[in-house]
């Protein structure tokens, strides 16, 4: 990034509060203003773009925390701030907070979201994202790799060191989130990979999912998803076969 002199054509998020050895969930304002500061000096950069609240500690006052995204968006350390593991209700309390007080606002929000994973974000966050304009970054977008194809049956799961963590979605309703998305990829000629994030990218407030890749050839297939424009007939049959309860 220094080399090439492109920070400002960057985003750079990161985020604060999770467990470490170190410490356990603090969303502290102590902790916040030390954080922050590390953050900067890790990524070699005087300001970061979006800064999560990543875990809530789920005991430290909401104006305190908010006060102290205050100081450091009023320092230029961080631009805006968004939330990830949050309860709905903090959720919507920060905002109540922050309005009353002058604080800043979350602007995005990163939730556990994908096909087989809908019912607590479409009944619980969906309804936040629309009333305070929240841009959505589904974490854990293809179901930890599940929605990728490759775990079929149980002899799959020791394919990668997430195996065991699919194992929950080997069943009637995932094998046929499967069939269907190999249907409309065959259609499309696409991966199945590519249409499960389509789908994901259909969804309102949704600015992109966060997914991983291991080898440039899973990078393009990720890059692919963007180009895909799924009709009305794939919406409803992945609507009906993934279900939201």
């Avoid at 007939?233 to 992945?238: I, M, P, T, V, Y």
């Amino acid at each position: 990034m220094r080399a090439k002199g492109n920070r400002k054509e960057l985003i750079i998020a990161t985020k604060v509060g999770s467990q470490t050895k170190e410490h356990g969930y603090d969303i502290s304002k102590k902790h916040i203003l030390k954080s922050v500061d590390e953050s900067l000096n890790r990524l070699q950069t005087d300001y970061i773009d979006l800064y999560y609240t990543h875990f809530d500690d789920n005991h430290t006052p909401l104006e305190e925390t908010l006060s102290a995204y205050d100081q450091i968006v009023k320092a230029g350390k961080v631009r805006y701030i968004a939330a990830s593991n949050i309860s709905p209700q903090r959720l919507e309390e920060s905002f109540q907070i922050a309005e009353a007080n002058g604080f800043p606002k979350y602007v995005a929000l990163q939730p556990h979201y994908n096909l087989m994973e809908r019912k607590e974000y479409e009944s619980a966050y969906l309804p936040l994202a629309e009333k305070f304009n929240l841009t959505v970054f589904p974490y854990w977008a293809l179901a930890s790799g599940f929605l990728t194809g490759k775990y079929r049956s149980a002899d799959d799961l020791g394919k990668s060191v997430r195996g065991e963590g699919v194992k929950k979605y080997l069943n009637e309703k995932g094998l046929a989130v499967l069939d269907t998305l190999d249907q409309i990829s065959q259609q499309h000629h696409i991966t199945p990979t590519a249409t499960a994030l389509a789908w994901l990218l259909a969804q309102p407030h949704i600015g992109a999912p966060i997914v991983s890749a291991t080898s440039e050839e899973q990078l393009q297939t990720l890059f692919s998803a963007t180009g895909v424009s799924l009709n009305e007939e794939d919406l409803s049959l992945l609507e009906k076969v993934s279900g939201s309860v």
